[in-house]
């Protein structure tokens, strides 16, 4: 260190408080990044990397990026995960004793992005902070620092809770104690690949006391709370003063979706492309705000468990459909409203410049119009909208008298501020404007003095105003007035004693003006700053009823119904499923009933693969969390329960909990759901236990079902290839069976996709094999085992009787799989070991190969 240059040390000193952000060092136009910053951002950024002298022997690596185009490069690594401490030179070079001060004005990382060109427009950006009580409960605290959202839950439910309550939303960093168990914090880097921060600092700071209101009675809650704020305020090292009152998540207010919910039933991203294409979101987003559209997302994740609270929302919807010329005006009305949310955190952050506050006016003269259309409506809680939208009408006045209608982007060269908002920037303006009227009569009084037509008045930075006149024309010049001051190829260029005293006129005006106008701007801005919290209503107002008026179109163009909810019964006629009836081609999409009355729980679903079982089981539950969010749902008539929670195992399980295999996910999830579901709840499961050799699986599947049966009461629906389950409607008498039609034309299996009653007679296996172009041989081959099996085999695949205990049921199956593992896999190890070309096959794939034939004996 000490044989480095002044202006290294500083580096690394400013480095060494920073040691987990990429730190951004200004030297003049360029940003630079120095040592092992350098060599990894020139990776990531894909920039070149070079070396600087350091005052040692060896040069330094070094890369830098330019200041104007910084924002694009710091957007890169933050989407990476990474953290960017920008330090700026906090002293003016020129009067700098030494090396200039720098400091570090920020550090941006994933989940404090302010930059609008950062931010997802129609996503949230989450930061949360994890916490960890003695008591065993764990604090979850939000922030959206875009737009000054706050929100807290407290769980008790121990640390599954908390990984399924950080996946559900969309964060982008969590901040936990360094003192949080290391398994913990591995699982969140593993499961929920978010950016890990530290902040140890659990101290209530007083400044912030206005957020606490709601939160202040609970220890717990408040430290929670602290440790975020503390973490934003040490990176974000600025005024906070646009967060809003933290709210906490009454978590047993919602229908509780599990994780493997979220993901499974494609809520708002769908599995196979990770976007929102295909997904829940994507069928009902027809917001036209970008507040719209973030509100939505949030109501999907969290459906309501109040009937009230959901009736309130299903009566506005009705009104909005019912109203279709109002609605279309609504609509059209709305798209004029920019995103508030976001332009009231940007006021408060310091970062909104001219042409924002022209959006906020813009938006705020719409609010009028948007109560008018409301109050047109039949529904008296419309009107009831419409009052709660209070127009901020000195803000707006503010912004009419103050903002010019065109400004530039910059907030530092003037052109901002309109004639008659401030008498001094009048009078510089004045001066200004009168000065080049001078300017362009003294053109004329001159052109006709020295009859020299092409002489002009021109301008530039380094010599002010000039007189211009070609050398032909020198010769008419009089003598003795005119100080020459720059040479042309073609023209001199003069100045006269008067010439140069209005240009210090006009200048000076000039300069004051921007400055005042940089000033007065400031100055309106933390006017504006007052109105932040009634913006902020106005944002959650609106974008309520952007959601709303999205529901009734959804509902109009896709023809759903508006649910009606009843406590014990389910019955749904017709239903579809929102997504798959809009992908399917021509609109085939076959309808299906779904009934559970009071003395059913669970539905056990037979049929073919393909036919159509998964989606028939999704489809109920997204009409469920459709109807519990307050939208109508895809059917001829539906009258819904209200659940309070849904859990899930359909479809591929794919590694979430890392290092675990697909059988043991399901086996998880599974798990998952028979602890925590009640009798409200309901449980989808898809083929439960067809990850393991076949007796297993029945039996496991049996005993789960017997359990959720005998136990748990919660409404499920069971999809099984194993046909020997659909016994079970004979012992236990809340079980029905139903199946999915197919039917054999010709040797093929046609779909029908019809749910009917009772248990399917076949399972048409090989026939899906047919359809999937396997080759022909190989399905005849596979037809001869099915008849082999078929013959021998009635006696052994006979039910197993659930009255008996499990634990002979278990036994029992053990004795069977014996005899028919051994007369089956015996001869086909022989064939395989035949077909082996060990020249053909690594060292991996022949041990590979050997486990598995091992496994095969066992
Ligand atoms: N009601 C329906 N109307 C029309 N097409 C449907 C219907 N239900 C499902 N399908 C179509 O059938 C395809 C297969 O459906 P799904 O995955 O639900 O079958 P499955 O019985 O669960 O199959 P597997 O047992 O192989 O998992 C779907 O992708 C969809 O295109």
Known sequence: MAKHTPMIKQYLKIKAEHKDSFLFFRLGDFYELFFDDAIKAAQEL??????????????????????????????????????????????????????????????????????????????????????????????????????????????????????????????KEVVIATALPKKYQEQLKDRLHVTISYEDKVNFNAEYRFLCENINNDERLMKGFSRLLNYIQHTQKRSL??????????????????????????????????????????????????????????????????QTSIENRLDIVESFLKG??????????????????????????????????????????????????????EEEKTKQLAEQLQVPNHLIDLLEKSIKDDPPVSIKEGS?????????????????????????????????????????????????????????????????????????????RFVTPELKEKEQLILE??????????????????????????????????????????????????????PVFHQQELSIKDGRHPVVEQVIKDGSYVPNDINLDEDTDILLITGPNMSGKSTYMRQLALIIIMGQIGCFVPAEKAHLKIFDKIFTRIGAADDLVSGQSTFMVEMLEANHALKNATENSLILLDEIGRGTSTYDGIALAQAIVEYIHDYVYAKTLFSTHYHELTALETSLPRLK??????????????????????????????????????????????????????????????????????????????????????????????????????????????????????????
Not at 149 to 165: D, K, P, S, T, Y
Not at 425 to 438: E, F, P, Q, V
Request: hydrophobic share 35%.
């Open 737 to 858: 069976n139903i199946h999915v039609r197919a039917e054999e034309y010709e040797g093929n299996v046609v779909f029908l996709h019809q749910v009917k009653e009772g248990a399917a007679d076949k399972s048409y296996g090989i026939h899906v094999a047919k359809l999937a172009n396997l080759p022909g041989n190989l399905i005849e081959r596979a037809t001869t085992i099915l008849n082999k099996f078929e013959q021998a085999g009635t006696n052994e695949t006979e039910t197993m009787k659930s009255e008996s205990n499990q634990l002979s049921l278990f036994e029992e199956q053990k004795e069977k799989n014996k005899p028919m593992k051994k007369s089956t896999q015996q001869p086909d190890l022989a064939h395989e070991l035949s077909q082996i070309n060990l020249l053909e096959m690594t060292p991996i794939d022949a041990l590979n190969e050997l486990y598995r034939l091992q496994k095969l004996i066992k």
């Open 46 to 171: 894909e920039i070149t990397l070079t070396k600087r002298d350091s005052g040692q022997k060896e040069e330094i690596p070094m890369c830098g990026v330019p200041y104007h185009s910084a924002s694009n490069y710091i957007k890169i690594l933050i989407d990476k995960g990474y953290k960017v401490a920008i330090c700026e030179q906090t002293e003016d070079p020129k009067k700098a004793k030494g090396i200039v001060k720098r400091e570090v004005i920020q550090v941006i990382t994933p989940g404090t992005v302010m930059e609008s060109t950062m931010l997802e427009e129609h996503d949230n950006n989450y930061i949360a902070s994890l916490s960890h009580f003695p008591d065993g409960t764990f604090v979850l605290a939000y922030n959206d620092l875009s737009t000054g959202e706050n929100r807290i839950a407290l769980l008790n439910n121990g640390w599954e809770q908390v990984i399924h309550e950080l996946y559900n939303q969309p964060i």
């Open 324 to 377: 279709f010329m109002q609605r279309e005006q609504l609509r059209e009305s709305l798209k004029s409203v920019y995103d508030l949310e976001r332009l009231a955190g940007r006021v408060a952050f310091g970062n909104v410049n001219a042409r924002d506050l022209i959006q906020l006016k813009n938006s705020l003269q719409q609010i009028p119009n948007i109560k008018q259309i409301l109050t047109q409506f």
């Open 509 to 562: 005006a000039e300069e004051k003006s921007i400055d005042l106008e940089y000033e007065l701007f400031l100055g309106i801005r933390e006017k504006i700053k007052e109105h932040i919290p009634q913006l902020q209503v106005l944002a959650e107002i609106i974008s309520t009823i952007d959601v709303l008026q999205s529901f009734a179109l959804v509902s109009e163009i896709n023809h759903y119904t508006r």
């Open 416 to 492: 901002l501020i309109k004639d008659g908002y401030h008498k001094t920037l009048d009078t510089y303006r004045d001066a200004s404007h009168n000065g080049k009227k001078w300017i362009a009569e003294l053109e004329k009084k001159e052109k006709e003095e020295t009859n020299i037509r092409s002489l002009k008045i021109g301008y530039n930075r380094v010599f002010g105003y000039y007189i211009e006149v070609t050398k032909a024309n020198l010769h008419l010049l009089p003598e003795g007035r005119y100080e020459r001051k720059q040479t042309l190829t073609n023209a001199e």
């Open 241 to 306: 003063n646009h967060l809003q009152q933290a709210k906490i998540i009454e978590l047993n207010q919602y229908l509780s979706l599990d994780m493997y919910s979220k993901r499974n039933l494609e809520l708002t991203e769908s599995i196979l492309r990770k976007g929102k294409h295909g997904s829940l979101l994507w069928i009902l987003d027809k917001t036209v705000t970008a507040m719209g559209s973030r509100q939505l997302k949030k109501w999907i994740e969290r459906p309501l468990l109040h």
